[in-house]
């Protein structure tokens, strides 16, 4: 089997089911999986020709990339099932059955996917370890892929923003947001090395005729991501964490190697990715609107929210590089700093922020 | 897909890899899959045409039903890959991908599983969350399954047992060693039933010409279960719980209501109920020698060890039915009991106590 070296980030979502868990506090995440259920079910009943795929083994294989501990995984997978059988059911085809991968990284909580799976599912259920940007499915096995808020995280912190010698040293940011354009262009070229290597291994798993699809960060081209209310956020973590390091509590080597590998791919780039790449026709790729409260006026409560849930999704980044002992003080302070920054939130460009494409495997 | 209904009992091993879990306890075990290593090498080498068997995919599947935490079913699945590699380089296949189903119930720490999962694996790992009682793997898709030391776990205890008008209440005892007529046939039955049930599924899951393969509880036909080592360990843990019981740790409903559902299967009974099955012919069955320390003179240290093991393997089953507080008082006593029968064990018949056998899908 071929073998992938890269670094990784470990970055499980929260794990368990408790008051912080990812499994609690994913409703924003829900929205945006609920928003995508009309276009994948398009998607399915355009797009996949089932009936083929299936013949032969009369087994229907689904993998869920970056699928955390649930329930929204769940949710995504049960729609993709209906819309499948539909499809089947519309080419008079006997019903397959159903394989689900549930892929995250090894350090994902596993145990609480496992024991939250629904008593009923319609499918066989299976978890695999493993990142992304490897192999994780046999080979020309899977029909379709899907994977939603999860490949905006990258594969590491490009290594240009953490070398005080390079022009690209990110000291005093988390972020490429506002950053020097050398940083933008390390954590571009890093989104292109992955996004890369992503097409690659799932070109090698998908079959013929199976889709791809991708739910992820995006920005217009050309916008910078200052215009955006997550460069709110990231600009609020950096000066608590300046804060926090001129009270002691965090060192000055800790605060300038602190990184947040997330990236915001516009439609164009991924496009020519997927050129380059050369085994997929693209079905779809449009930006399309993000969770529900970002199109509405903003207030302090939408503020906490988002805070729990960007808690429940980034906490273990920050506790690998910081310890555990901050993540509370960190959060609580960053909470607080943003709830005064509602109306630069409520200004900030909050239209076509999830990239949405779908491509299928020659 | 077919839907099976079973009572289960939550059996995981102890998870995580702490000074009682089963990740550190399994030295047994592991001892148990070292000498079926020879064995199932030979089979793989006279009995599967692996050559046959992948054209068309190029992928080799395995599953390891009941695999616990590792680090066992990772020595176990290594040595088969290595057999079926062989096996391919004799008939100058080119080498497949290899995909190894880890299966075992959703309540096992599939965390420790997977975190633990070496890094340099030759095959593409998946974690199975069921009972291997009911269907876990896509139909006509596995080449070998492998369980050792599984299936002598029954799927529940047997309901006469636990019925107080039942001529098969089992006050007193915790298993069927020593037991009246009617609860070894309660235990004979529910065997029968859940081996009848698993072969059926192993059935639909196996391609034609996959082998299943068995390493379990084993006893000569006709032998009473007394004669064995384990009976004086059943004996003690009953004595142990009337103890209990006496001061009030326990409630004496919970002592007759607590029994362990585990059967040694002699070769006959297997064999008529594979002829029963009518999906396999049998490529092996035989009574083998378990673990090493067996064989020779049985000393303090041998019995403290045992414990150990059993306590890895069986607490969750104590827990479940009295809570976590007695676990460690209920060991600490019954190992100090053992420890002073150490001539009992050592004159109990101790030779050929697993069973093994191989099957070959028609």
Chains 1, 2 share one sequence.
Not at 27 to 38: A, G, I, V, W
Not at 132 to 148: A, D, K, L, N
Not at 197 to 204: D, G
Not at 228 to 253: H, K, P, R
Request: charged share 25%.
């Amino acid at each position: 089997m071929e073998k992938v070296e890269i670094v990784l980030n470990s970055l499980p979502m929260s794990g368990g089911d408790g008051p912080n868990s990812y499994s609690k506090n994913s409703h924003l995440q829900r929205k945006t999986t609920s928003l995508l259920k009309e276009t994948i079910d398009k998607l399915i009943l355009e797009k996949l020709d089932a009936k083929t795929l299936i013949s032969g083994s009369n087994t229907f294989r689904i993998a869920d990339l970056g699928c955390a501990t649930g329930p929204n995984t769940f949710f995504l997978v049960d729609d993709i099932i209906k819309s499948v059988e539909t499809s089947l059911r519309k080419s008079n085809s006997s019903k397959p059955e159903f394989l689900v991968y549930f892929n995250d990284l090894p350090e994902n909580d596993f145990n609480t996917l496992f024991t939250s799976l629904p008593q009923d599912t319609s499918y066989l259920a299976v978890g695999v370890p493993g990142s992304f940007y490897g192999r994780v499915i046999p080979r020309s096995s899977v029909h379709i892929v899907v994977t939603v808020g999860a490949t905006h995280w990258l594969s590491s912190v490009p290594k240009e923003v953490l070398d005080k010698r390079s022009k690209a040293w990110n000291k005093g940011k988390v972020h490429y947001s506002n950053a020097a354009k050398e940083v933008v262009k390390a954590y571009e070229r890093q989104f292109g090395r992955d996004m890369g290597k992503f097409l690659e291994v799932r070109a090698k798993e998908l079959v013929s005729g199976g889709l791809l699809v991708v739910g992820m960060c995006g920005i217009p081209k050309g916008m910078p991501f200052s215009n955006l209310a997550d460069s709110v956020m990231y600009t609020s973590m950096a000066e608590v964490l300046i804060q926090m390091q001129s009270q002691g509590l965090i060192t000055e080597e800790q605060a300038d190697t602190f990184n947040i590998p997330i990236y915001s791919a516009s439609p164009e780039e991924v496009t020519f990715l997927v050129e380059t790449n050369g085994c997929f026709t693209v079905e779809s790729m449009e930006l399309m609107n993000p969770a529900a409260w970002l199109k509405r006026a903003v207030n302090v409560e939408d503020v906490r929210q988002w805070m729990i849930c960007i808690k429940a999704t980034m906490g273990s980044l920050f506790i690998n590089h910081f310890g555990d002992h901050i993540l509370d003080v960190f959060f609580d302070r960053l909470t607080e700093k943003l709830v005064g920054l509602t109306e630069k939130i409520e200004s900030s460009y909050r239209e076509k922020l999830m990239l949405f494409f779908a491509l299928k495997r020659k």
